[in-house]
């Protein structure tokens, strides 16, 4: 038998995030070879992923990251089975540098191409099903570019979101994450009253007609008096028109021109677990 030893093992583990066992086990039927011990974990990490295919990741982590320069930002969920496995220090770790590398990717299906340490992100997620015994997968992946963009993780990594601004000045730090708090915890469906889908539209205005027959409401006054209930759902459901968390006096958009008269939010991310 290849006598493995404790630095071998510890090599390994380092490279795979596998366990001991599991590590020195590959290496032993490898024979001491590295590569074929690494090929092992991840055909064990084909078959764990194969097996729990069908399984919800609906717990995880949702990360939120922004480049230097504050230009760029992306939001991603590392999703899998158990919130015991999503709350691990070496999962969140895991989480946060796969959204460092969607940082520099513009589309999910390249990013799960991009390298990670001579794998794809795609062999990372399946190696670290094996590794940790459930479905993993990348959940949401948005991306925000803009003059200045900020980002806000809620605790326990449950919710992230982005902003993106429209000029980068003193003091827009704080706005924009006061902004980003305001997504995560309101959950906007939209940045502005353009931003509803026309189907979203009709369906809110048919719903206030059925309602304003059902009080009574003349056939004629119903267009409206739709429409006034309609501003009010853009009022509840649009970011820059919502009632500011930190003061309901005034709207998110008018937060943000206080800063700047001519400082805007030009979009908005969220990604959630579930």
């Not at 490898?30 to 590569?35: E, H, K, N, T, V």
């Not at 220090?89 to 191409?113: D, I, P, R, T, W």
């Not at 008018?254 to 969220?270: C, G, I, M, P």
Request: aromatic share 4%; proline share 1%; hydrophobic share 40%.
């Amino acid at each position: 038998m290849t006598k493995i030893t404790a630095s071998e093992v510890n090599k390994l583990r380092k490279s795979t995030g596998a366990g001991m066992m599991d590590c020195k086990n590959a290496l032993v039927e490898s024979g001491g070879d590295f590569d074929k011990a690494i090929e092992i974990l991840r055909k064990k990490g084909q078959k764990v992923a194969a097996k729990r295919a069908d399984r919800e990741s609906s717990e995880g982590a949702a990360i939120a990251k922004v480049n230097d320069s504050k230009t760029v930002g992306i939001s991603i969920v590392l999703g899998c089975e158990t919130d015991f496995v999503g709350k691990n220090e070496n999962f969140v770790n895991l989480a946060h540098q796969l959204a460092e590398l969607a940082l520099s990717h513009s589309s999910k299906e390249e990013f799960l191409a991009a390298d990670i340490n001579g794998m794809s992100v795609s062999e990372k997620l399946i190696e670290q099903t094996g590794v940790i015994g459930e479905k993993i997968e990348i959940g949401g992946f948005k991306k925000i570019e803009a003059p200045y963009v900020g980002s806000y993780i809620h605790s326990g990594n449950k919710i992230a979101t982005l902003v993106g601004l429209s000029a980068s000045l003193d003091g827009v730090d704080v706005v924009a994450k006061d902004v980003a708090m305001q997504a995560a915890a309101m959950n906007p469906i939209a940045l502005n009253e353009e931003g509803v889908d026309a189907s979203i539209i009709e369906k809110e205005i048919e719903i206030a007609k059925d309602q304003l027959r059902a009080e009574g409401k003349p056939e004629a006054m119903l267009d409206n008096i739709a429409k006034g209930k309609l501003k009010r759902f853009f009022k509840d459901n649009t970011l820059v028109n919502q009632a500011f968390i930190k003061d309901s006096k005034i709207s998110v958009a008018d937060y943000v021109k206080s800063l700047d008269s001519n400082l805007t939010v030009t979009a908005f991310e969220r990604v959630a677990l579930g």
